[in-house]
């Protein structure tokens, strides 16, 4: 199978949309493109589990390789393991919730489906990459898209939202830049070379790596909301469409997760070691403080932002542990994330479309007028706190178990920290949910609100099926991403002192 | 000896052909139309450009004082391409111009200049092919004769670029006494570093610096790009300014390659104070050409920096980069171009809510600036990035950070006027423009090069096959 086909595909629906301006025409294109992706992941996904030689073995299956330029040594070569099919399939399932979501997106529908699918293709183009510097390249494509969505659809201060998150971004992106650079001209083999694989054979020096490591380190932390580079998020999501809040959340706050898993400790095992304790410390106070500051928020979107600090907080927490079960767990801890987040960001939406206000305490009683997506609300506030049986039990589950497994004393106390904010969240999860879905009715106008259209429904069904399938059966996507971290661990563990 | 005279200096050639025209037409007082002189002298640059890439050939003429080979043959196309490209786009501004085949001489004259100073292999040759194409500039900026600021605009540029040339002329003179040879391979076999070497060096690149506008040598470039009729500053900009620094790269690789551990920190200062100084300075303008003025400041500093990895992917990036970016500031001069002799506004206010009325060039002007900015998938991105790598082979990375950090400052300032095109609201934006063919064409042109030349890897393939 041809990887490509995933750039191929939303950069085609992209250039289909521009001839057409009426917004039927562009949202049935844009819908057809992203039910296509799906399809194509989905296709990928089975062809990948039929074929035991390279679901079982870790490495990358697919692979195909491209001199782009080939004086500099810089390949498009793609390959995909367990991880990146479940990073696509997240992708696929988020942009086509997104596409549903916006069905009735009057203001400039063209460009905003145009710029949804370059965003996707850029998603699908970084996931596949196996050669850092056309990563890279999808990296810093999917920035300015950012940018666009947010200024132009946005609401609140969306200018300032929109400059903040794309200068944040692209200074992390300088960052990766320095680290790849570093990892280009110094890695052992004396050649220059963006090959991840080659550059995981070949790895820098300890001194070098401990050098590098925290340009790539941080700069990828950037998009995951390292603590103290998460100040985007909170802005940046809340202003944004809601089509564009999903896909930051859901899918671009991975990038950043996936490319440290990849790029950083894979390539820098040593340093990763040495950096441990740091990155422990960092995610911890993510985790804490991410959950603190969601209590005092009232806004249902500053809410979700700031929860979304606390959760990714485990993606980097997993990974920093080292140990295979964390890591697993973090993996899992992005899909899941992404997929609660953007069913979080849809059914906001939903609320917002027709109460016209984000105020928790301007709400009340939904549950009776418009039970459909109250109870999508309450799915995804319980996928949040962790309610067994949705996605997100599984993978704090396992990132705390995996933690555990690190006998380091920091370590330990960090995971004893972390674990509070189960608590935490807890208590702004079910105070929203019993304020807004619960209680009496606010207004007497509440009773004329239609319950969701069959396009917000389809979007929410997707999600919170894919939730559930995670929740519930969890040995699935375990049983697909076990090889891809196994093989990161093979490079990580042999090192460590 | 005669077929090699014709075919070594065929695009010069091809240059006088258009300047004799001019003048016995001027000289025959024929009354031509504008446009007619205006396509006849864009079909003979079409045939230059067509002639220089189809025979390819090396050699040396004129006592070994003129040389050419098909990189300095692709340097000129890609200056020729620049400058129909310009042509095309003051359509609007020479179609009502009482003095359109002047300005043709002109232009033609100074790119005539730049030809001589590409394939010299001496010094002398050298600053002869610098002095033809900076005097008919000077005039050129000075071209809108009832505007005051361009006066003053051309009066900077004389005196600030007599002051350069002096300089030069006086690092040329050491040379010559140090080494006893003005040309370039007995320089590059004679100097050691010493002491008067390296003071010889210092004037050259200081009249060097003050061509390319590096600051400290920046101080005249803002206001005569603000002051001169906007084809001029976009020809100022990018082919002037394009033709010096691929002589730059010569002579620093070529002729002081020995000196290379010296003139490094020198590189390295000039750099960081250029990428600062530019970029700080471009977020605060107001005025289109100014900012573009200050940008340019900018991107200097980020050639600057790939320059001072002395490697055939530092001379290769140099080129590539030049190339992308005659395309992308030409989009950008385009539409303002068009924007000012439509309405005759420069301001960046004005430019709020630009997208509402004219969807079609407010993009163009933000896939030229996100090129600028070097954002994929545009080809800046690749342009700023191969600079970037180039000069991170010598293992500098203080100076590759503050690079990178530029760029986010660059990025900035950038946004500001996508945000102002895009975002912000205007109860009365600019009405629509009406695009003539010829700027259309140009504008064309541009984009199709942003996107294509980074993406499709041909053209470094190209120039890397033929520095190496």
Redesign the interface.
Known sequence: MNLNWLIVLPVVSALAILPFSQLKQVRSIAAIGATLQLLLSCVLLYVFMQDPASSMSGSMAFESSYAWYKPLHIYHSVGVDGISIAMIMLTAIVVLAGVLISWNMEKMSREFFFLLMLLSAGAYGYFISTDVFTMFFFLELAVVPKFLLIGIWGSGKKEYSATKLVLMLMGASALVFIGLAGLYFNNASGNLSFNMSELAANPLSVEQQKFFFPFAFIGFGVFTALFPFHTWVPDGHSSAPTAASMFLAGISMKLGGYGILRVATTIMPEAAHYYSPYIIVLSAIAILYGSFATMMQTDLKYINAYSSVSHTGFVLFGIGMLTKTAIAGAVIQMVSHGLMTALFFAVIGMVYERTHTRMVDKMGGLLKTIPFISTVFMIAGLTSLGLPGFSGFVAEMMVFIGSWENGGTLHRVATIAATASIVVTAVYILRAIGKVIMGPVEHEAYFEFKDARWNEKTAAIILVAAILVIGITPFLINHLITPGTEAIMGKITPLSP | MVQDFFLLMRSELMLILIIFGLLFLKLGNARLKNETVMNMVNVVLIATLAMGFLVKDTGMIFGNMFHTTDLIRLEKNILTLGTLIISLQSYQWLKAHKHAMEFYLLLISTLLGMFFMLSSANLLMFYLGLELSTIPLAAMVNFDLHKKQSSEAAFKMIVSSAFSSALLLMGISWMYGIVGSVSYSAIAAAISGSPLEILAFVMILAGFGFKISAVPFHLWTADVYEGAPIPVTSYLSVISKGAILFVFITVLYSVFRSMGDTWYYMLYILAVATMLIGNLFAMRQQNMKRFLAFSSIAQVGFILVGISGQSV?SS?SLIFFVLIYIFSNLAAFGVVSLVSSAYGKEKMDDYKGFYQTNPLLAWTLAIAL?SLAG???TAG??GK??L??AG??K?N?LL??IA??N??IS??YY?RV??AM???HNAAPLEKINTPLSPKIALIICIVGILITGLY?GA??YI?QLV?
């Open positions: 992917a290769t996100f954002i994929p998938p991105f690749f990035f191969f970037i790598l991170a082979a293992g990375w590759i950070t990178a950090l760029m986010i990025l900035y946004l996508v945000k895009f975002m912000d890897s470094y393939d890397y190496s």
